[in-house]
């Protein structure tokens, strides 16, 4: 007669562990329905087993890290995660996306990308430098990928475009090399123009290369210059009557995060003083502007998607270059030089990529 044995198993139906009468290894059971109901428990026992040593699999975490309000950065962040879900990645499902706005307050943006890190992101995403530059100084481990700069090599946060070599790379804006081509776009507009204000935002410290760049032009367009600086919102109104004070012809914003936190206040200066203003951005002429030759910033964020996307995969920062801009626009606002009485010439007109009637 052969000893019996308890075989213990799950019962799927109960969630409870049962035990079993079985022989002794190399007897037979006589009873089939018995042999069964083993080879299932022992089945069972072993895929419970399999599924609870199996860890849920990592939901990977991305932080946006932003000066500027969550308002200004709303077509920027929803281009972004439209890019992210066309490379598979949903919100909420296999992708957590942290966002961090300092509401133009500078003093905030260490706190916030302290608070990134704290919650151990895996990628930091910047939307310029006043973000690049303290999320560079919290970490060297996280990698950080710029949606844009002006000059990320001068900025001293990648070592060269084609090879960045530390935990940072993205994509540069090059806007501060438009600078000449604006002014000259604004020269075709009004061909009598002598006299331009340069308004400048002092919170984006890469921008001053654009202004650094219009004085060569400028003589050769044989247009006078004069520099107007901002550098914190209690600045407008004293600048606004120095410019008028100066009396201009047309106006240039060489802009930053304070002057796109601000846009409507400068439009709304600019029509009510029917002054023709050259924008940085295309959100100004949007927002009500005249005219602006720019980058496609959204180009540009749809595009940082792709580098969170590869690092995400494994690709190391320092492998991947920093990508320059491929696309450039110019706008043109006919409501807005309707208001300040400006007629826009033809052979200027068909030259725009894109017309707001």
Not at 73 to 80: G, M
Not at 322 to 348: G, R, S
Request: overall charge positive; aromatic content about 6%.
């Amino acid at each position: 007669m052969s000893k019996l044995y308890r075989l213990q198993f799950f019962d799927s139906k109960t969630g409870k562990r049962k035990s079993k009468t079985c022989p002794e290894p190399g007897r037979s059971i006589q009873n089939p329905k018995s042999a069964a109901l083993v080879a299932i428990g022992v089945t069972l026992a072993m895929c419970g087993a399999v599924a609870q040593a199996q860890p849920a699999k990592k939901i990977p975490r991305v932080g946006i890290l932003s000066l500027t309000p969550a308002t200004v950065q709303k077509d920027r962040v929803e281009a972004f995660r439209d890019a992210l879900r066309k490379l598979g990645y949903v919100e909420g499902q296999n992708i957590n996306i942290e966002y961090r706005y300092a509401d133009n307050k500078p003093e905030r943006m260490p706190g916030l990308a302290a608070e990134l890190i704290h919650l151990n992101v895996d990628v930091i995403v910047t939307t310029g430098s006043s973000a690049t530059r303290p999320a560079k100084e919290a970490t060297t481990a996280i990698p950080i990928v710029m949606m844009s700069d002006n000059d990320p090599v001068g900025s001293g946060f990648v070592a060269s475009l084609a090879h960045p070599g530390g935990n940072i790379t993205g994509l540069t804006n090059v806007s501060g090399d438009l600078g000449d081509k604006r002014l000259e776009l604004l020269k075709e507009i009004i061909p009598k123009l002598s006299r331009v204000a340069v308004f400048r935002d002092l919170t984006n410290v890469t921008e001053g290369i654009s202004v650094d760049e219009i004085e060569p032009t400028a003589r050769v367009l044989k247009i006078q210059t004069q520099r107007f600086e901002l550098a914190k919102v209690e600045d407008f109104d004293s600048q606004f009557q120095a410019i008028m004070k100066w009396r201009p012809g047309g106006l240039m914003i060489v802009g930053g995060p304070l002057m796109n936190g601000h846009r409507k206040r400068i439009v709304e200066f600019a029509a009510k003083n029917k002054l023709p203003a050259m924008y940085n951005r295309e959100e100004f002429v949007d927002t009500g502007g005249l005219v602006s030759y720019a980058t496609n910033f959204i180009d540009l964020t749809r595009r940082a998607a792709t580098y969170v996307d590869k690092i995400l995969k494994g690709t190391k920062p320092a492998d991947i270059p920093v990508e320059q801009p491929t696309k450039f626009e110019f706008v043109i606002n006919l409501k807005a030089a309707k208001q300040i009485e400006l007629t826009i010439p033809p052979n200027v007109l068909a030259r725009a990529d894109k017309v707001i009637r």
